[in-house]
């Protein structure tokens, strides 16, 4: 059986059938032959050769291979690591199409050697005892009624987290739970995210992943599961059912039960290298079967180009890297149902031939995928090589982690920068997305993320303390833009601790009004910390897990945080879906967008590039250039947004017509106010921005 579409060479990996058996399928060119490599029980092993060979696939169908089995492959041909080849059958490889992964990569000093790939000698010992194994796995699952929320790009809102931090400590789940995609699926996680006001949980990689060897070496391990081995496989740890295809019921349940809450699922998914690293790291997959075929190679082949920091790079103009990643997303969306990605270095991906190139294979796949195109796509715009660094750059299709926001806005409420920069950042970075068709929510506007400070530890600390990582704290980056706001880390001085929790609604404030698709680092809407860790990969323990026991002013962040949400959600200003132009809509109305000045008029040029200025009012006209879903003009409400990072006082004065006759406050982050005052205030009169404040307005027209 040989023909497309049959049971032989396609689909690739083991794919049951209803009678017990299965076909098996590995893609190998170069390789000479590929034995499967069936584990018992105890760990006892049969070796059972792939007879056919069809488009370099080796695969055979075998009548008794029922779901739960563990395997590998082992592959034979030239060795040869000076131009690339480095196939050794010693080395038990996993299936690149694994739906399950069992078992841990097992490292002991007297036998590392015989892991790795740090010589030019092939090694001759068996790796098997030391490596996880694939699973077969049994695909079927009740998915019910579900059904995505299929949440609109400008209506998302976005919270990055991990499985296991924000689970491994809440007292309401169960322990065995805990860690868990079960306990993600706990009523007491559901209600604080829906009460929150997000739509879309992005998970830190799900795809099983490995810890590296210096890491198990210095005992620690990787927490944040940025070196995935399994691209069809959710990681194993996360299952509270067992790891012998539990797993992947149990991933699928959690997605349900996401979607039933109205939530979104999208992965952070890492294609860009994978847990092999460098010429000195561990033959685990894509190595043994077929290295120079699946990375950058350099200098002829026995090293390899290094764009992500990691040690290798997967090289996806090569056709068939690009299948497996295209089949790998295909799958979770599929059959896992999940609901978008976001591309780790994503620019790695679109190199060709070492350059970063948006019309490459990697880039027009997706761009034409009848599946992939209408899921959630975001792109981490740079990676670590030349010409790596692609803010604004990636296609119409894609929403992109914009640094340039995250960097303005830290300046700007620390005190470091004006007002020239804040304009665009804060009305969805036009300067970087008006182009090509694109629309605001290209642009994913975060302060903080996964990697750098918590938004406490941002107001909390002036540089990082990483000691916990054991690299001297040379580890992590050096830009924070950050302030103690007077004393490094924690404080009972009662001033420093009411300007930091001041500071901390300023920066949530600021994220959750602007134009764009906001994104919240799970835990800041309540004050989590790090202890200014700020390079946490290697922290599976209190300093990453997220704490429950809140003291009253992380209950009262949490409402101020969902008040502000809700204001976002009710009124289209704040999620504009096109550009702004500065220009009235109709005669004698309001522009849709005016910059005002503590003057209550209009910013002059000069004022706008004033280094000393720290005021700036936004003031959005509730109207815009477009239609609704009924194919009708969008109306809503005007607000006038005021910020102010200086450290005294500044008058400010409300603008007259045609802005508004009279104003009434909603969000005064001074006092913690996240609610409509009945109080009218007269357009001209003067109002008190006190020190380090963001008040919002609505504007009565």
């Known amino acids: 059986m040989t023909g497309h579409g049959s049971s032989g060479w396609d689909p690739l990996g083991v794919t049951p059938d209803r009678h017990g058996g299965a076909n098996v399928a590995l893609w190998a060119q170069g390789a000479s032959a590929v034995d499967l490599c069936l584990f018992d029980e105890m760990g006892r092993e049969e070796r059972i050769p792939l007879t056919e060979r069809v488009f370099n696939v080796f695969h055979r169908h075998l009548t008794d291979l029922p779901a739960g089995t563990r395997y590998g492959f082992r592959v034979e041909g030239d060795w040869n690591p000076a131009v690339g080849h480095r196939w050794n059958p010693n080395k038990l490889l996993l299936d690149p199409y694994a739906k399950a992964i069992d078992g841990d990569f097992l490292l002991d000093p007297a036998l590392y050697g015989h892991l790795g790939s740090d010589d030019l000698q092939m090694n001759p010992a068996d790796s098997a005892p030391f490596v996880p194994k694939s699973v077969v796995v049994d695909d079927w699952f009740d998915w019910g009624d579900d059904a995505s929320p299929n949440t609109a790009w400008g209506d998302t809102v976005i919270y990055e987290t991990h499985v296991r931090g924000i689970t491994k400590r809440h007292p309401s789940i169960p322990e065995h739970e805990r860690g868990t995609y079960a306990g993600l699926t706990h009523p007491a996680v559901l209600e604080h995210l829906t009460t929150l006001g997000v739509t879309a949980v992005e998970l830190l990689p799900v795809h099983h992943f490995l810890d590296e060897v210096h890491l198990i070496e210095d005992g620690l391990t990787n927490y944040w599961g940025y070196n995935s081995i399994g691209y069809f496989a959710p990681h194993a740890a996360y299952s509270s059912t067992g790891s012998r295809g539990g797993q992947v019921s149990e991933f699928k349940r959690m997605l349900k039960a996401m979607h039933a809450a109205g939530l979104e699922v999208i992965l952070d998914v890492v294609y860009n290298h994978t847990a092999e690293g460098n010429q000195l790291g561990p033959t685990l997959s894509f190595r043994g079967i077929d290295n120079d075929d699946y990375y950058h190679l350099r200098d002829s082949g026995r090293f ?382 003067a109002v008190t921005l006190p020190p380090r404040s963001l008040l919002t307005f609505h504007a009565l027209r």
Not at 316 to 339: A, G, I, N, T
Not at 505 to 511: D, E, S
Not at 530 to 557: F, K, T, V
């Open 304 to 685: 390899y180009a290094d764009y992500t920091g990691c040690g290798n790079t997967l090289d996806v103009s090569k056709p068939h890297v690009l299948q497996v990643v295209m089949d790998s997303l295909r799958y979770w969306v599929e059959e896992m149902r999940v609901d978008g990605f976001r591309f780790d270095l994503a620019s790695a991906l679109a190199r060709s031939f070492h350059d970063v190139n948006m019309l490459g294979n990697f880039m027009s796949t997706i761009q034409q995928d009848p599946v992939l195109r209408r899921v959630k796509l975001i792109a981490e715009p740079w990676d670590v090589g030349p010409g790596g660094y692609q803010v604004g750059e990636f296609p119409p299709l894609w929403t992109e982690w914009n640094d340039k926001y995250r960097d303005n806005i830290r300046d700007f409420w620390r005190g470091d920068a004006g007002i020239g920069e804040l304009g665009w950042r804060l009305s969805g970075s036009a300067d970087l997305y008006a182009s090509e068709g694109r629309r605001p929510f290209a642009s994913i506007n975060f302060i903080t993320a996964h990697d750098g400070f918590t938004m406490r530890d941002l107001v909390s600390y002036d540089r990082k303390h990483n000691d916990a990582n054991l690299e001297g704290n040379r580890d992590g980056t050096d830009n924070n833009r950050s302030s103690n706001n007077g004393v490094e880390g924690a404080t009972d001085d009662v001033a420093i601790t009411l300007v930091r929790q001041r500071q901390l609604r300023n920066l949530l404030g600021t994220l959750l009004l602007s134009t764009g698709v906001p994104m919240i680092s799970g835990g800041d809407e309540f004050g989590r910390t790090q202890q200014g860790n700020n390079n946490a990969y290697c922290q599976d323990n209190e300093i990453s897990w997220y704490h429950w026991d809140w003291e009253p002013w992380q209950s009262d962040l949490k409402v101020f945080a969902s008040e502000v949400l809700r204001l976002r959600r009710l009124h289209s200003a704040f999620r504009q879906r096109y550009f702004f132009d500065g220009k009235p809509l109709h005669a004698g109305g309001p522009k849709d967008l005016a910059w005002i000045g503590p003057d209550g008029r209009e910013i002059s040029e000069d004022e706008w590039h004033a280094a000393d200025s720290r005021t700036l009012g936004m003031f959005l006209a509730g109207e815009s250039h477009g239609l609704d879903d009924n194919e009708q003009p969008i109306r809503d409400e005007a607000f006038l947004v005021l910020l102010h990072s200086g450290t005294t006082p500044m008058p400010f004065t409300l603008p007259d017509a045609p802005f508004g006759r009279a104003y009434r406050l909603i969000i005064d982050t001074s006092t913690g106010q996240a609610n409509e005052s009945y109080e009218e205030l007269a357009a001209g009169c």
